[in-house]
């Protein structure tokens, strides 16, 4: 009997690592519904004068980060150093939908340099505030799907932007992104695992306001 219990269990633990090795889920918020301001287990910036009017919601079915700003910036932090093993998974895979859009905004411009929704992936390096590689996967006014640009304003950010414009406003969206391919095709050179997520939204820079949903985040096989 022992030994068939042992047996069982090492089943178990062979499927369990085989499951991990096929997803890692950053964020789903299904257990932080009502939350408000900084979700648990997120951290707050360290700059700017952030306000976080943020919310955990049931929004069509999706639990997601309900985001707002009004002349102001706010970003959140994960950290998922150790979790993630690109070679594993490298896709990353999330939902969102914007409201309203930053007015004017570009984030190609350090004038205007504002986003309804930014996901971002972290790869620090020291120090961080001038080394750190940062891919920002935006929901950008003005400029077009497939822009990728250096940040004018952070010179460890560059922009790629999955979604432009007004024409799926109110929606909900999935994207699907290939990690390896776009910090190889950006630094010319294959990437270290991650080590941490941000979610975050801005109008600063326009002087005006934005609005939008994040949902599930998550890394995946191809």
Known sequence: MRHRFVSAAAVLAIVTIAWAAEEFVVEDWKEKIG?????????????GSPKYEFKVVDNDGHAALHMKSANDGSTITRDIKGKVDLKQTPILEWT?????????ANSCKKATDDQAAQVFVVWPRFPEAVRSRILGYVWDTTQPVGTVCKSEKTGTVTYIVVRSGTAELGQWVA????????FTKVYREAPDNPAAVSVAID??????SSEAFVGTIEFKRK
Do not use: F, H, M
């Open 35 to 47: 939350a408000a301001g900084i979700p648990p287990a997120w951290q707050r910036q360290s700059w």
């Open 96 to 104: 969102w939908k914007v409201v309203a859009l930053p007015k004017n």
């Open 175 to 182: 994207e699907r992104r290939n990690l390896i391919e776009d």
């Open 203 to 208: 109008s600063n820079d326009t002087e005006s």
